[in-house]
């Protein structure tokens, strides 16, 4: 977030724990504190792989920029 310029943003393509648990309180404040904001998310979603023995995993995609009055999409 300190890294990216004022009309740049960046996107995270994560599991859903950036979401839950412990890792909220340790990365959206930071994020929302600079100034940042989630600009759009899709519904999480299953991944999976070709692996015998697939890890049950759910994912997110969340967007992040500078605080705007635009509108956001989820």
Avoid at 18 to 27: F, K, L, R, T
Avoid at 28 to 43: K, L, Q, V
Avoid at 58 to 69: L, V
């Amino acid at each position: 977030s300190d890294y990216i310029g004022p009309r740049d943003g960046f996107a995270f393509v994560t599991t859903s724990s950036i979401n839950q648990g412990v890792q909220v309180e340790d990365i959206w404040p930071h994020i929302f504190s600079a100034g940042r904001e989630i600009h759009f998310a899709h519904t999480s979603f299953k991944w999976s792989n070709n692996a015998t023995n697939n890890a049950n995993v759910s994912c997110n995609i969340i967007g992040i920029r500078q605080r705007s009055t635009t509108s956001k999409t989820i």
